[in-house]
């Protein structure tokens, strides 16, 4: 996912520059391409256009047959409902705290890490930094059921600790992928910068602060969404280390809700569309930014 | 500066050192010694050798869920890469509003994977879902999806090209690398569109068709939510996933020895895959002289 965005970021920075090759194709040949880029874009929406129309619709009007394709009269109500039907907002609280410990923690660490990769010498420093490396690899399955078992035996289950903690090691796993992508950004800063400082008497810590960091606001933030869409997303850690519905994030939340109200698909619909909106919000939002954010230094995957 | 910055190096780099000594090196090593007893939770674990892994052998489930997850991948992969790369190519056509082509297919991925699996329950509802609706509105027979053993794989199959959103943009991304004086080239020397895409496009797109092939590889053999939320591994084991069926030896039937020889077969058929992928590249993948990736 966050190749893929990252990606997403470069390709819109050339809009298109390869386009050339076929911009003067048959008017026909154009015409073509063009319905099936629109049939498929048809097909891809196809599902959210279910999701809206199966949220605004009451139970009656979903089951009624033939089929009544579209909510009439619109039934508003799944939305208080659903909502209500299980603590939707203590979830959404929980999600949020525990999305501020992840996205501080991954971003602090990450970027100290990635500092001290790229700017600090020290010996032995690109051997760690090839091993780290080798973790992004590894299929979590690998460290899941030990890394269960420390917390059981540390008595953390339930808590938000298994789930925050290792963020705070610089994201643990998964974040070394955000130790490079940071790291191949400080490597575009020109070193001159730390040395000016180094000799007016800074130590690192100062030129980390001060001088790399505030330059490095683009892939902050690229990380920043990055951490926070996975946290939002991640179903298998919730699952695993919270069991008190009180503690439920958005996503166990829905899984829950999901399979206590089997049948109740208004309901349901409601319900995933509440919790799919942010993410697609902070996408439409922060797009513009990314684009520019990454087009003004040029991050090199 | 000299001693002084090493001491600064090493102590910035201790969260991700200490990290991975605590969360991978650390759990790796106690996960192989896991996988070696017989251990049931609440009881005390029993040093078993080799037992684990012989027991896979005899296990028809086993060999179930390593056969659901290989028909899925090789049915998954491929899909997403081909028609993210032909997306890919179709959006990077020139149009004047490309970036909305591109949002509107990459929206898919943006789903969180719990509400993307609730909705598509939903669209494969064998009564009123939206597959079913539309193939009797248009008078065409209709399907159990994943209520069915033999389309419930398929149907996840269909759900998850949906998001090839993701291979598309990565596509797209490279097609921006293809340098463009080549296709003058080409057209110079009197060939056609096909020419152009043959001897320029993907000789140059090879690394990145190789990139989305690993990733994709990897993602598919550790897909867990679907399974989880959506057919709970059924209709009868159809659906029945590697890491599901890992996740329910080891939480659903406490036997941590045992799924933990599981996570480590897993881990040594991802490294198998990938080498053997790394070393069938050298004879399709091109690299620019000079190694531009």
């Known amino acids: 996912m966050s190749s893929a965005m990252q990606s997403l970021l470069r390709a819109g920075r050339h809009g298109g520059a390869t386009g050339e090759q076929v911009r003067g194709g048959q008017p026909f040949t154009r015409a073509m391409m063009f319905a099936v880029l629109a049939l498929g874009a048809v097909v891809m929406l196809m599902p959210f256009a279910w999701l809206v129309r199966s949220a605004l619709m009451t139970d009656a009007q979903i089951f009624i047959n033939p089929p009544q394709w579209l909510p009439d009269p619109v039934a508003w109500q799944n939305f208080p409902d659903a909502l209500t039907a299980q603590p939707f907002a203590r979830y959404f609280l929980n999600t949020m705290i525990i999305e501020a410990l992840v996205v501080t923690g991954t971003v602090l660490t990450c970027s100290l890490t990635a500092f001290s990769f790229a700017r600090l010498r020290w010996r032995g420093r690109d051997v760690v930094f090839g091993i780290l490396l080798t973790g992004v690899m590894l299929p979590y399955a690998v460290t899941l059921i030990p890394t269960f078992v420390g917390w059981a035996a540390l008595g953390a289950l339930d808590t938000f600790v298994p789930l925050t903690l290792p963020a705070w090691f610089a994201g643990a796993g998964g974040g070394v992928f955000n130790i490079f992508l940071i790291r191949q950004f400080f490597l575009t800063i020109p070193y001159e910068m730390d040395e000016a400082a180094y000799i007016d008497g800074a130590n690192p810590w100062q030129v980390f602060t001060r001088i790399v960091l505030p330059l490095a606001k683009p892939v902050i933030v690229v990380v920043t969404i990055f951490t926070f869409i996975g946290v939002w997303n991640d179903f298998l850690g919730p699952l695993l280390y919270l069991s008190d519905s009180r503690n439920f994030t958005l996503a166990l939340g829905l899984a829950t809700f999901q399979s206590t109200y089997t049948a109740q698909w208004g309901l349901l619909m409601a319900a995933s569309f509440v919790v799919i909106l942010p993410i697609v919000l902070l996408f439409f939002v922060l797009q513009r930014y990314f684009v520019e954010g990454v087009t003004l230094t040029g991050i090199k995957g | ?293």
């Open chain 2, 1 to 293: 500066m000299g001693r002084a910055e090493a001491r600064w190096g090493v102590l910035f780099a201790m969260p991700a050192i200490l990290g991975f000594a605590i969360f991978t090196i650390g759990p790796m090593v106690a996960s192989f010694v896991f996988s070696l007893t017989d251990w049931t939770v609440g009881a005390t674990p029993r040093f078993i050798g080799v037992d684990n892994y012989r027991a896979m052998v005899d296990d028809p489930l086993f060999w179930k869920s390593l056969g659901v997850t290989t028909y899925y991948t090789l049915a998954a992969v491929p899909i997403a890469l081909v028609v993210g790369f032909v997306v890919a190519m179709l959006v990077n056509a020139g149009w004047r509003r490309q970036s909305v082509w591109r949002t509107i297919y990459y929206l898919p991925t943006l789903v969180p994977a719990v509400a993307s699996a609730v909705l598509w329950i939903w669209i494969f509802n064998p009564d009123s879902g939206l597959f079913n609706s539309v193939l009797r509105a248009l008078g065409l027979p209709t399907s159990n999806w994943i209520y069915s053993e033999s389309t419930a794989v398929p149907s996840l199959i269909i759900m998850s090209t949906w998001g090839f959103g993701n291979a598309m943009v990565i596509f797209l991304a490279g097609l921006q690398g293809v340098p463009r004086h080549l296709y003058e080239a080409v057209a110079l020397d009197g060939g056609g569109a096909w020419a152009k895409f043959w001897h320029v496009t993907l000789p140059f797109m090879t690394p990145v068709i190789f990139y989305n092939l690993v990733t994709g590889v990897i993602g598919t053999f550790q897909v867990f939510n679907q399974a989880y939320i959506m057919t709970s591994g059924g209709p009868n084991n159809a659906t029945l996933f590697y890491i599901y069926y890992l996740y329910t030896q080891a939480f659903t039937d406490s036997q941590m020895g045992y799924a933990s020889a599981l996570a480590w077969v897993l881990f040594l058929i991802v490294l198998v895959i990938t080498a053997a992928l790394f070393r069938n590249a050298r004879s399709w993948v091109y690299y620019e002289a000079g190694g531009a990736r």
